[in-house]
Structure formats: C-alpha cells, structure tokens
C-alpha cells in the first residue's frame, strides 16, 4: 500500500503511545518479523495476487458507514496477508451471520438461491475428485513414458511407455520385448552396447532433472519438494499465498513427472496430496460461498488431501484417514463426507482412464495363506527396522536440508538436481531393483513367487539377497540426499521400497531357514506341503513399517495396507509392526518428517494431537500492554490510525476505552479496509470504536455531523470485532492452548477485570512449545547445545531410554 | 447427603440474598428441575453409587485446608450428581495439573510410575475388545439356541442349536434334518402335528418375552431398548448413573438372548454397544486415571462403542467411523487409534471364538458381477424407499413411545412385553422368512441365486414376491410396535431386514422384466448368458438404504458395506442409495431415531455436527443475575454455605466480590466436599474465596487465626474455579454454542466489564434451540400447535417441499 508511506503531518496530540525504535521490534504481533527470518529467500519474491482496491468514495457513498441506528453490524469476512494465521472462529461466525440474511428472507427464490449456495461445496470436491483423477493419470502416464524413454522407445508408437508397448508379447520370466528398441540400436543397430545405452539412459536422467528443477527453481518454488509440510501447517490455519496457485499446479504437474522420469528416488505420493490441495484452492475462487473465507476453503483442501492419498494409493477410505489423522487440524463430520465422496470420485476417474490397463490402481497384493504365531518375532524385527531407519533418516535428510540452506547449495539448486540425478542414474543402471520404476518394484516385491517368478526374485541364491540389500542402502542412502532438492517429489514410495526390500531379505532367509530345517520347533505351526512363510506379505510388512517410522502415522497406513491387500487376515501383523515402529520412532524423537520440515522452516503449525504442558501462566507468556499499540476509543482519529498502520506492521490493535477497558479489537487488514472506505475524510475526523452500547447513546451527539463539516465522525465499527475472545491473566497456558486449538482464534486477549493487560498470539504459544523440545530438534540439525555435557551424543543415552518408556503415553 | 437437612439455627445477619420461593424455581441451574420430569418414574429409583464419606476430622488434619503461602491451588477431579453435564475442561486439565506434579519429581521411578498410569488406556481397550469379543459370542450362541428351541430341540445334544445339531447333515435345498426333533415328535411322536408345533411355538416365545422384561422392569430398567441414544447423550458430557453398571450389563447380557429368542422383532446391534460401554465402564473403575474422570472415561466410552458395532457386524473400520460419526461429541486422533485396536481385538476374540462355526462374522456377501449403468434408477428408487420408510418408521415408532409413556401402557410392561410376542409369534410362525432368525434372513436374502436356492428365493414364483412383501409390512408394523417395549434390542437388523425384502423383490422384478424383454433398449448392456440383475446386491442395498434411513448414518454405513463384501464395486450404487435416503429422509425432518429418543426423553444432548443458529446474544438466554445465587467472596461464612446448599438445588453458584467482580465458580458438589471437610468449623467461620492476589495479601492477617479459636478462617481455594469461563453480554448466541461444543464447558459467566450479568449453562442453550424445531417434534409426538393452521398435516405441503430443497445444505 503505497498510500500509507506517503508522509503527513502528523498531528502530534492525538498520539497516545510513543512509537520508539526500540519498542517496535518486540511487539505483539511478531508475524510479520518472520516474513524476513523463515522463508527461502527467492523462494518469496510474489506479488499479492488480490490488490485490495481503493475506493474512491463520494462523500455519498460514505454515508453506508455512518451510524444508522441498526445496531446489527457484522465484520466482513477477513482479509488475510501473506504469512499471517487465519482466525477460524471469525471466518465460521461472518458465514453464520450471513445466513441470518438469507434466513430472513423467507422466499421461495431465497431458498433456492440458498440451496445453490449450499451445494457449492459438493460440487467443489465432485470438481476436485475428477480433476484430481486425471491429472494422477496423466502423471504416472507421461512418468512411465519419460522413465521408460531413457532406455530405448515404440517404433510403432512412439508415445508408448514399455510396459504398454510390449503388452501381450512381452516374455514374462526375462522381460524381454522385441518391440520396444533401446538407444544402441537405434543408432548402432546393435542392441548390445550396453556402454552407449548407459551414457544415453544417464543423459537422458540429468537432462529430466535440470528441466524439472529449472522449472521448479525459476517458474514456481512453491512446487518443490512434496508440500505436504505447508499443506499441514496451511490446514493448521495459514495463509501462504500462491503456495496453492495455479502456476504452482502446472509447473508441479510438468516437473513432477520429469523428475519421477529422472530417477531420482522419490515417489509422487506427497506431490498428488499438494496437487489436489491446488485443483481445490483453484476452484473455491469460482465458488462465492469459498472464495473469501479461509476457514471454509480448509475443508475443502481436507478433501483435497482425501482424493490425494486415495489417487495415490488407490485406497479412498485411506485417504481420508489420512487426512483426518495426518493433515487436518479442523476435521468436522461433514467434512469427512465430502472427503468421501471427493476420494470415490477420485479413484474412480481414475479407474476408468485406467493407465495401468487393467491392474487396479498402483499396486495390489492377494495372499491367501494364513500367518503363524511365531511368526510375532519377525513382526517385530520388522517394526524396529522401521522404527530405527525411520528416525535415521529423519535425522539425517533434516540435517541435510539444513546444511543445503545455509551453505552455497542454495545458489546452485538445478545443478544440484542435476548432479544427483546424474550420480543416481550412473550407480542404478548396473542393479536392476534400482533402475525399476519404484511402484512396479513394489509390486514384485509384494507379489508371491506362485504368480510367477519376477526379476529373478524366487530364483533361491545369495545373488538375489545381496542384490536387494544394495538396493535397500543404495535408496536410503539417495533419499535421503534428495528429498529436499528443488525437484518436485515425496518420501512415501521410497521408504516403502526400502521397508519393502528389508522384509522380502528377512522373508527370504526365515524362508530359507524354515526348509533347512522343518522340524524345529518353532515351525511346527507349518503345513509341510504349503510354502510357510510369505515373504511378499514380509515385503508389505517391511514397506508399512518404514513408512511409519517416517511419517509415524499409524491407521492410515492400517487402512491403506487393508484396502490393497483386501482382507483382514493380515491386519494384526500389520497392527504389531506398525506399533512397534510408532514406539520405536518416537523412542528417538518425536514427529514425522512432515513435522520436522515445519519445525525447520518455523511454520506457525500447532499440532492438535499434541498434548502440551508449558506449566506457565497467561501473564508469563503474553505481550504485555506496555508493548502493545492501542486504540483508545474515543479519541481515535482517522490521523492517528493511518499513522500507526503506517509506522508498524503489527497485525492487530487492541481497542481500548477511558478507562482501559477492552472494547475491541481490530486487525491490521480490517483497519486498513476501514481506512481506504474513508479516504477523503480529514484527518482530524474522529472515529468511533465504542461499543455498542456507547454509540447507540451517542448517536444524538452524531445527529449534529451534519452541521459541521470540517471534523466527520467515521464509524468504525463494521470494521472491528467489539467481542473479541478475553481471558484472565491467571489462566493456564495449557487452558490458552485449548483455545488455540479449538477455536482456532488468532490471538487472545489478556485481561484482568476487563482492564486489558496484553495479548497473546499463536506465536507467542509456539515459541513457548517450541522450547520444550528445541533441544532436541537442536541436536538433529547439527547445532551444539551451549551448556557443557562433554560428549555430545553419548549424553543422550540415559535420556533416550527415559523417552523410550514415555512414549507410551501416546 | 442427610447431614445438610438437618435444621440449623442460621445465622441471618449473614445471609447476602434472600430466598424466597418465589425466585426458587426460576433459577440459573434447572438440571435438578429434570430430576423429576424427564425421566421415565420408576426407572430412576437408584440409590448413589458412590456415597461421598463425611470425614470426621480432627481440628489437626484441618489445618491442611489453610492458606500455606502455596499459591499452587488445584481443582481437585470434579464430582457429579446423577443427571447433570459434566466439565470437560475442567477433567481434561485436572489431569495435565496432574502430570505437572509428576514432571516435577523427575526420577526413573517417576517415569516408570508415569509409564504404567499412562498405559491405562491401552489395558482397558485390550480388555473392552477381549470382552466384548466373548460376550458377542455368548449372546450369538444362547439367542441362537433359545430362537431355535421354540420349535424342537438336539436330542444327541441338548445345548446345541439346529444349525449346529445339523451340520453337515442338513439338506441344502428344503432345509429338513432329521437330528433335529420338533415338540409334536417329542410329545406325541408324530412331527406333523402343526397346531401343537404353534402352540409350544407360541408359548415359548411369550415365556421368554415375559422372562426378558421381568428382568428389565424389576432388576435393571436402564437395560431396556438399545441405549445408543443414552450413550450418545452420555458421551455427549451427561452423567446417568448406573446406566453403565454391572447390574444393567448382567441384565442385558441375559435378557438380550431372551428377547431375541423370543421372536420380537428386534436386534442386537444397537445393545452390543451397550454392553461394550458397560465393559469400559466396569474397568474404569480400576483404573486410577480414569475412576473419577468422567471426560477420559468418554475417551473409554467412544473406544467400546466402536467394539460394539464392530463385534454387531464384524466390521472392525465400520465400528471405529461409527463411533466417531454417530456416537462421539469428542473424538481426537488418540481415541481413534485406541478404537481401532479395541475393535481389531474384538473382532479377533469373536472370530476365535467362532461362534458361527466357520462363517465369518454375521453375514458375509461377494459378488463377482457388475453393475450396469441403467441400474442407477433402481438405485435410486431402493434410496427414496430407504428414506421414505426410515422417515415414517421414525415418526410412528416415536408417536408409539410418547404414546406408551403417557397411558396405562406404563404400568403393565411386562404384559405389554409378553403380549407383543404373543402377537409377533402367533403370526410369524407362517411366514417362513419372519419365522426365521433375522441375520440368517439377511444372509440369505444376500446371497445369490448361483450360491444356491435358499428357502424357495430363487424360484420363478410370484408366490415369493408375495411372501416377501408380507414380511416386510409384517416386520414394519411389529418392529415400530415393539422398539420401545421394556427389552433390550435395537433397530439396526430390523430395519436392515424390512430394506432387504424390499430390495430383493425390486431385484426380482428387475430381473424378471430383463429375462422378459432382453432385447429392450435399456438392457443393452446386459450379456446375454450371464444373469444381469444382482438382485442379492439389490438387497444388501436396500438395507443399507432403511438403515441409512432410520439412523441417518452414511459413512459409517457405506464402510461397514465394504467389509461385508470386500469390495469396492458396489460402491458408488451404495453411495447413490445412501445419500438419496438421507436426502428424502432428511426432507421429511432431520435426525435419525436416536436423536428423536433423545428429544422425547428431554436428554442434554447438543449436536456436534448441526449448526444452530438462534440469532440471540449472550444476554439473551442467560438466567439474569437477580434470578442467581451468588456468594460474595469476602462476606461467605460456613453458615451461609450451609444455607444455600440446603436450601436450593443448584448447580453451581459464582462468586463474586465487593465490587461485583467475578473472582470464581463453585460447583454444588465442590461446596458440598468443601463444607464436608470443614464439618467441625464454627457456622460463624468466614471463608476465603479471594481470589490467588486477594488471599496472598491478606495472609498476614490469617496468621493471627490461631489465637482467635472461635472465628476460624476457612480456605475454600482448593475447591472453587477461580478463573471460570466468561464472555461479554455481546457476544453471538452462536459463539457460546461454539464454546459448549468445543470446549465442553459446563456453564458460562456472563460478564459486562467483568461484572456478572447472568449465567449461562448448556440447559439455556437447549431450551433456545429445541424451540428451533418445536413444531415439528410436535407433530411428531402428535400434538396439535395452537396456532390456527386449519388442516394440520396439509400445511405441511409448500414447507416440505422447502425441505426438500433446503436438505443440500447439510
């Protein structure tokens, strides 16, 4: 707003607060501080993509905002700026307000008129269900293609990716097509230079990578990564505008299979959820009901997340668990219709483009053979590996990520991808289980050898063993240095086929043992002539188990392995390996990776499943008032506020009376509105910020406006909430962090006898939370504590197995 | 509490507000008003279960009652009478202040000690599941034994029913086995003697009618009917004692069988919940963190709901989604995974427990065929069915209860009980699908025709069509009759079974017009030599249909579906038939028929998923503070308290001080304990309620309490919420629905600049939106409005149609 930098003399006598440098930067409202501090810095150099208009009103015009004797006023739906929280409970009560209207107007037209309006948000998640099906099948389409195309192409259709070249021809044991020609014989017309089909298969990925890190890097930042930390603290009430835009969508769209096409190891996964979140966002603009309210747009973007997952995975009730148990903060039981039909919908537009051709969606296991008792001990082992892999990897991609942003690799992020994708290509050609697309890995890693031996993977030899721990250690040990480069890309599907490669060893050579030696006791359980143990359910196991040490979710991932396995036979080995990862993850700290990505970017996400103690007091971690900047009521004047929006950026002012009572407050973009409405009045106008009762009272003394000209009276109050949520200052932090919670407010106001004593915002909450474990967090990324335990690490032991016996608080 | 009606001499010159009789009945907490009107009479004669013992202490253990310079003061866990909302909040925090004195002491044996109170919950669901698993299968096998013994009995094994006195002998086709002898054979050796058969029939359906009433109307009234919409009232924060104790489960596990036995139209779905809840509650009680919190004892409560449902369908998801869309006000992301791994132990302890000996849980249903496009009208017109009947069931089933509660009905239950079999059975006894047991009419009307012909379905007769056209007006008119006479068993089944009859003939019909015309446009895409009309598919739809219908459930239903079958094919027709029934359902009123028992019984039961709008502020529906009795914290003397508890029934008082500010909260019951520990203290005593500043500063002048032995100063601290709950008069009516919803307060002060204005509980909230929909709750129950409509039901016309229309909204 260049308007408010325009200098004006001021009029000294109505300041009632000394604005010192000194004072300005440990006010109130911190958030606008953080705009500098959190974000990557090219990473935000947008523009606001809604200019807020001013108005240039008649003095006629002005009239609406004068005191009119209704008392009915209402806020307006908030304005939001960029980093800021949003305020849940105000954005719910302006549309409650708003069907007041429509209620008292009690026509038939009305009603219609209503019912539209209503349906809005069916329509919304019908949109994003079908659109979200077909962008899933254009990306693992042009994925299967570009990754295929680095070995050789369809001479008689060049469009085709291998599988659907060879469809039908191809021989099932060696995977050999004579319809699909790779690179040396296209131009040496000898199929066996294997070392030119490698140089060209590793140009091929490098080439894939740059193009999609250029366009991730120059077009749209935003699309990096797999977005689910934003996405999370975005549905946590925060406003990062174009993070779901439409430029973000496409480019994502484009890079994301270039980069899947490259070979890096990273799955689409998380990227379909971010995706999915941008199909939703970019339909609530065409949608009034969704168009302005952020709290109503985050239950569209909850349904969004549903048809992500449930694209993904091809498991509908999946993904709204997962949206309920992983990324919502505010999961209302309509919400979780609409995410059910959004995920249905999904998954069947996406059935029906059918671009796996026949196979149901991404992968699909059917075991029919029972498991054993004994088999509990595996179970375990596999639920420790994934508890373990998991907070080693989480320790050691944070750690990563963190040297990346502070070290020169944050000016040569294409190259970077490029170089990874180049190092990746050159080592996973020579091993086949590398060079395979991962979800067709996974495939054959869950499938059983009675379906036919698959990449040699029942052949019994220690080749195969051995081939399967280099892919394991050769992918964890490429995740972890990818996922954060500036390609678009998620961690579920690598950590899956990681689990997945350690579950079919152990199945393997537990498979091994068992038919060396029959009679051992513990295997009396087994039928002779049935094969024992089935190490393709290891390999789910084993996939299921890292993927919880990762994200530590639990359920989902139950439900998500119920869905592709269609049977409950399994769910207690799953239950048993899950658990026993979740327990052991947390073991070694707490949070998923999504959770340490927001902890490293300090996004303002309070987590609700988290039960906080901070053990303080209201008036130990608020603002105090000496700090604050406040409106008093009945001396504002139109001079004095456009001075205090244009010397601070704090987002909000209390509003307080002669004496000291709280009357309101009023955020800093509301103010701002109040403001442009009244441009031309002068800047001597006063302006009314009493409270209803006040102005009702003085609404004779206003009679008499008319009469002079040269000082209006402009009322404020359509632009301010006159009952903004107070407490006293004796209440608990924890009590103040259910109000956060649950009613999702944006900042709570402090008092004592209503006599306003500071405030207290989510940041202040979050830096108090923050606290608890920034010990911790410390140690992941590197920074040595201060205080003097001499060896470091080794320190932790008594306190790991401290957490080890806590975490089942959980 | 006999002590506080004993006569004292009261000292008036104390007494701050006079009590006249006048203001005695209006005032701010009418919980105690419901005592004697909304509770069926002779269902509520039971005696506190937990006596509150009248410590006899010595002057010397009083002393730990004074101000000790600690200004850590916590609430203790609250008590609660019978029949009053209890404080989520204040349980909720009650406990974190416990953890803090836990973290305080930060030892290995603190952890442990820590560790094994945390896992709590984790022991009591394994337990809820292993329970609930076993007493599924005792009532699975005596119902099963009892319904069969009606007709003849094993004389190889008398304990064994007829399925499994004939398994694997029983002729598929006519059912007939011979092991299994009937009452004519054993009396008169002669099988064919029908008219004996129907009489013994007969009379053993009404003994054991009789015997299942007797025990509910004089052992344990609370076992009668289903109890979800107690459960839902309950988890909703309502006390109802004995509800969930021993003696109402033992009673429900013995007359539950007997109901079912008896032939009445009714199922066990709705009271396995009920029992599940008596389990968790049973266990509860010997667990230190959950005995006397009543907001984690919810937690417990949601988790033994979902083993209910899932032990009812074998649905372990289905249970988890329907306590958390049905059953729970309070559902965070812990309590889904406790419910999860409740219901999974359930579901396995049940299928060990095999009750139906191979078959896996109830019934269980695949179709291998597909749906064809053209179907969906059918599925359609199984919705508006599934919605119309669910509508119409609800309406007459509540007009029969109001009915029966307010004549001569309620005096003769058990007559009414009999009587009803009496009826059921004369008539059912020929009619082989209403004689059936009503899951194995389920399953059959399921199954499809390539399965086998099961009880004549699949001939080509219009005979069946008949025949199931007769049992499902049959099982309508009994089920709405019976579904509110005093014997455990809900709706679920019945209203499955009417849907099913209906959907299967729809099937029939289908089918037959297909063969009849296969060459008519519409059936294009049917293959010629395969069957095209799933018609037990048609079935299982529309059962889901009434049952979406009666309950008003979708999500649940749709998943529970799912499990059944195991697949995804059918999902989109179950989700067109879901929402069309809730759609038609909902326009002809809202609320399934467990929210229609809740508004008959006058429960305190708000919504979570509605949104009310009232249009009101907070001063409004407050009590006004004249109509309050408060205690002025400076002035109150043991006296006083002692007063006001005996002399008003309220539910709590707020304390305010000189200046009318409000410094806290007192509970009835906190008064009570607080005055029970001070038995021995002058009447003239004074007692602090300063708030923590107040009393701090005035310490001093306590020190000198020892020398004066006569007045003693009692610190009522420990038992009073000194920062209770407090909005602005201003505020919407919506935001403190918001705050009761969220926070799960149990009253809110009213304050104007921190002055009481008034107070408002959950009750005033009620009482403002049962006006909302009076009217046609009214009309439900059948009485006439007094506003001068001429033809009642005819006006209904233009408004239901608005209804109609208006329903997209939810």
């Known amino acids: 707003m260049d308007y408010f930098n325009i200098k004006q003399p001021w009029n000294d006598d109505i300041m009632l607060l000394p604005l010192t440098n000194s004072n300005r930067n440990n006010l109130h409202n911190r958030e606008s501080i953080n705009k500098g501090k959190n974000q990557e810095d090219d990473d935000f150099d947008i523009d606001d993509d809604e200019e807020i208009p001013l108005y240039n009103k008649t003095n006629n015009e002005m009239e609406n905002f004068e005191v009119n004797g209704d008392n009915d006023f209402e806020l307006e739906h908030a304005k939001y700026d960029d980093f800021s929280t949003i305020d849940w409970l105000r954005d719910i009560m302006s549309e ?82 004579s319809r699909w020609v790779n690179w040396s014989q296209v131009f040496f017309n000898n199929p066996d230079h294997g070392f030119f089909n490698w140089i060209v298969y590793v140009f091929f990925a490098a080439l894939f ?24 603290t975005i549905l946590g009430g925060f406003i990062i505008k174009q993070f779901l835009g439409a430029k973000t969508l496409i480019v994502k769209c484009i890079s994301l299979p270039l980069a899947l096409g490259s070979g890096l190891i990273l799955g689409k996964e998380g990227s379909m959820v971010h995706i999915a979140c ?46 309920l148990e992983e990324m919502s903060s505010y999961f209302p039981v309509k919400t979780m219709w609409r995410s059910f039909f959004c995920s249905f919908v999904a998954v069947f537009v996406l059935q029906f483009m059918n ?45 990563a990520q963190a040297y990346r942003r502070s070290t020169f690799l944050k000016y040569v992020r294409i190259a970077e991808a490029t170089f990874m994708a180049f190092i990746t290509s050159v080592i996973s050609y020579f091993v086949i289980y590398m060079r395979m697309d991962e979800s067709e890995l996974l495939e054959v890693l869950f499938k059983e050898c009675e379906e036919g031996d698959h990449y040699g993977l029942c052949q019994r030899s220690k080749r195969i063993v051995i081939l399967l721990l280099i892919t394991m250690i050769g992918k964890a040990f490429f995740t972890i240095l990818t996922y954060g480069v500036s390609v678009p890309g998620g961690v579920f599907i690598p950590s899956m086929t990681i689990g997945a490669c350690f579950g079919r060893v152990l199945g393997i050579i537990l498979q091994h043992i068992q038919q060396a030696y029959p009679s051992f006791p513990l295997f009396n359980s087994c039928h002779p002539d049935k094969m024992c143990i089935t190490s393709g359910m290891y390999a789910l196991l084993g996939a299921m188990a890292t993927l919880g040490g990762v994200t530590r979710m639990t359920i989902s991932i139950v439900v998500i392995m119920f869905e592709l396995t269609g049977t409950l036979n399994y769910i207690v080995p799953c239950m048993i390996s899950l658990m026993t990862a979740k327990f052991v993850g947390d073991a070694f700290g707490k949070g998923g990776i999504d959770h340490m990505i927001i902890r490293l970017r300090n996004y303002p996400y309070l987590d609700q499943k988290e039960e906080y103690f901070i053990g303080k007091k209201a008036k130990d971690i608020m603002t105090l008032k000496d700090d604050l900047i406040t409106i008093k009521s009945t001396d504002a004047t139109i001079g004095y506020l456009k001075r205090i929006l244009n010397e601070n950026e704090y987002q909000g002012y209390p509003i307080i009376d002669k004496e000291e009572y709280v009357t309101g407050y009023i955020t800093r973009s509301d103010l701002k509105t109040g403001l442009e409405r009244n441009l031309l009045v002068n800047d001597n106008a006063k302006c009314r910020f009493g409270d209803l009762k006040n102005v009702s009272s003085s609404s004779n003394s206003l009679g008499s406006r008319e009469h002079s000209n040269e000082v209006r009276n402009v009322d404020f109050r359509p632009f301010f909430d006159a009952t903004p949520i107070s407490v006293d200052e004796n209440v608990t932090a924890e009590f103040i962090i259910d109000l956060f919670k649950k009613l999702g407010s944006r900042c709570i106001i402090v008092v004592r006898h209503d006599k306003l004593r500071g405030i207290i915002t989510k940041k202040d909450i979050l830096k108090n939370i923050e606290e608890l474990d920034s010990e911790y967090f410390d140690s992941i990324i590197g920074i040595h504590r201060r205080n003097q335990e001499t060896n470091g690490d080794k320190s932790y032991t008594l306190r790991d197995a401290l957490r080890i016996l806590k975490i089942f608080k959980k």
Chains 1, 2 share one sequence.
């Not at 990578?209 to 999370?232: F, N, R, T």
């Not at 026949?358 to 508890?387: C, M, N, P």
Request: a positive charge; one cysteine or more.
């Open 209 to 232: 990578a740059a193009a999609s890190s250029y366009l991730v890097v120059h077009v749209a930042p935003y699309s990096a990564m797999s977005g689910v930390a934003e996405i999370k």
């Open 355 to 399: 671009p796996f051709r026949g196979k149901t969606v991404l992968f699909q296991a059917t075991y029919d053979r029972d498991w054993h008792f004994f088999e509990v001990i595996s179970f375990l082992i596999i639920g420790v590996f994934g508890g373990i892999f998991g907070s080693l990897f989480i320790r050691l991609n944070i750690r």
């Open 96 to 177: 409650k307000t708003g069907k007041k209207k429509q209620i008292n107007r009690n026509s038939l037209n009305q009603y219609i008129k209503s019912i539209i309006d209503a349906s809005q948000s069916w329509i919304i998640v019908l949109f994003i269900g079908i659109l979200a099906g077909i962008v899933a099948a254009f990306v693992a389409i042009s994925a299967a293609w570009l990754s295929d195309i680095k070995t050789g192409y369809c001479p008689s259709n060049w469009y085709l990716n291998r599988r659907f070249c060879c469809l039908k021809v191809e021989d099932k044991v060696n995977h050999s097509c």
């Open 278 to 323: 941008c199909i939703g966002n970019i339909l609530t603009k065409y949608f009034s009901r969704y168009k302005k309210n952020e709290a109503r747009k985050r239950e569209i973007y909850s349904a969004a997340c549903a048809a992500g997952i449930s694209v993904a995975f091809g498991a509908p009730i999946g993904g709204v668990l997962f949206s």
